[in-house]
T-cell receptor
């Protein structure tokens, strides 16, 4: 079993839809839960982060972690064509430990 | 922008030739990382460095070596390139998570696309 599982999609939604992206993980030592967004032929960029369990909201984006079920979610409200990208979940342990990436989910938002 | 540059940005080489990729940072970060990204595998850690001359292996280190003689430069070398090393290579540095002060995460460079024929 890989440490982080993520459905690679692709996922295609109409503009304005609510998008739900999810990952599961197996390592209970993970403390930080990152979401990166990667546009085509670009490097990943940090989109959202959560420390331990709970929710974090930033504009149209909400990151959610349930440590009891080892489940990570990213919700995008009122999705826009500019949200079309690959979304990577990446939990990590504390300190400068490396990220462990899911495979990424490719999202297309159709105008 | 984490002040990371990678060179070259694109490279085509032949099987069996040595290849060196360079990562350069301008903000004096101690930790640096090399990842590769492949379809169906996502991003996987190759090697990382926690200081000048201090390095450690990652998940997919076979066939790769690294060196760090200066804080700002982290080199990845493919001693004898193989077709399985065709990939996109990303360098990253570790820095604080935004302005939160709660921990560190990695910030990535623009990547190097390597094709081994």
């Amino acid at each position: 079993q890989k440490e982080v599982e993520q459905d690679p999609g692709p996922l295609s939604v109409p503009e304005g839809a609510i998008v739900s992206l999810n990952c599961t993980y197996s390592n209970s030592a993970f403390q930080y839960f990152m979401w990166y967004r990667q546009y085509s032929r670009k490097g990943p960029e940090l989109l959202m982060y959560t420390y331990s369990s709970g929710n974090k909201e930033d504009g149209r984006f909400t990151a959610q972690v349930d440590k009891s079920s080892k489940y990570i979610s990213l919700f995008i409200r009122d999705s826009q064509p500019s949200d079309s990208a690959t979304y990577l979940c990446a939990p990590k342990k504390g300190g400068n430990t490396p990220l462990v990436f899911g495979k990424g989910t490719r999202l297309s938002v159709i105008a | 922008d984490a002040g990371i540059t990678q060179s070259p940005r694109h490279k085509v080489t032949e099987t069996g030739t040595p290849v060196t990729l360079r990562c350069h940072q301008t903000e004096n970060h101690r930790y640096m990382y090399w990842y590769r990204q492949d379809p169906g595998h996502g991003l996987r850690l190759i090697h990382y460095s926690y200081g000048v001359k201090d390095t450690d292996k990652g998940e997919v280190s076979d066939g790769y070596s690294v060196s760090r003689s200066k804080t700002e430069d982290f080199l990845l070398t493919l001693e004898s390139a193989t077709s399985s090393q065709t990939s996109v290579y990303f360098c990253a540095i570790s820095a604080g998570i935004g302005t939160s002060g709660i921990g560190e995460t990695q910030y990535f460079g623009p990547g190097t696309r390597l094709l081994v024929l």
